[in-house]
Antibody, heavy 115, light 105 residues
Framework: EVQLVESGGGLVQPGRSLKLSCVAS????????MNWIRQAPGKGLEWVAY????????YYAETVKGRFTISRDNAKNTLYLQMTSLRSEDTALYYC????????WGQGVMVTVSS | IQLTQSPSLLSASVGDRVTLSCKGS??????LAWYQQKLGEAPKLLIY???SLQTGIPSRFSGSGSGTDYTLTISSLQPEDVATYFC????????FGGGTKLELK
């Protein structure tokens, strides 16, 4: 089955770190660029970061630049998002998505930043 | 690039032709996609590159536009189309519009 499955979310205190994972299956992961996209509770969608298929090109939203790091391991079919210096405004459902225009989405993983 | 969707809320009846608008602050060069998000679900790609229908999406959905102005049209609204719709540009960076919530009248 073609799918993306995120994990690694949870409740974390402000200023702490968290690392999300997204495991791909059913397609050739190494052929596709990948995005992380988030959605705060009851709000719209916000693009967070993009990584090209071979990790040569990486881009971040200004709201997370310098705090978040996107990476991937094509041998493990896995996308990552390392989040540091977390803030309350980072509380959201985090989705991974395939390709520049998000042809396939995971189910999302919840990150709650609160003391 | 900022994207402005209108209206933010749209009420329509089954069978209606529905038009959703997405306007960019700069030229998007047709790198515009539309997503449907139903309550409690992940978004689903409907249209990419302005007017290309994603595989498996009903033909009542169509996209059009150019430059800064883009439109998603549902030719005959069905009950299962109740959802929030987001536009998204990937021409210069990546940006989502604020969404249009579509409900049945």
């Amino acid at each position: 089955e073609v799918q993306l499955v995120e994990s690694g979310g949870g409740l974390v205190q402000p200023g702490r770190s968290l690392k999300l994972s997204c495991v791909a299956s059913g397609f050739t992961f190494s052929n596709y660029g990948m995005n992380w996209i988030r959605q705060a509770p009851g709000k719209g969608l916000e693009w967070v970061a993009y990584i090209s298929s071979g990790s040569s090109y990486i881009y971040y939203a200004e709201t997370v630049k310098g705090r978040f790091t996107i990476s991937r391991d094509n041998a493990k079919n896995t996308l990552y998002l390392q989040m540091t210096s977390l803030r309350s405004e980072d509380t959201a459902l985090y989705y991974c998505a395939r390709q520049r225009y998000n042809t396939l989405w995971g189910q999302g993983v919840m990150v709650t930043v609160s003391s | 690039i900022q994207l402005t969707q209108s209206p933010s809320l749209l009420s329509a009846s089954v069978g209606d032709r529905v038009t959703l608008s997405c306007k960019g602050s700069q030229n998007i060069n047709n790198y515009l996609a539309w997503y449907q998000q139903k309550l409690g679900e992940a978004p689903k790609l409907l249209i990419y590159n302005t007017n290309s229908l994603q595989t498996g999406i009903p033909s009542r959905f169509s996209g059009s536009g150019s430059g800064t102005d883009y439109t998603l049209t549902i030719s005959s609204l069905q009950p299962e189309d109740v959802a929030t719709y987001f536009c998204y540009q990937y021409n210069n960076g990546w940006t989502f519009g604020g969404g249009t919530k579509l409900e049945l009248k």
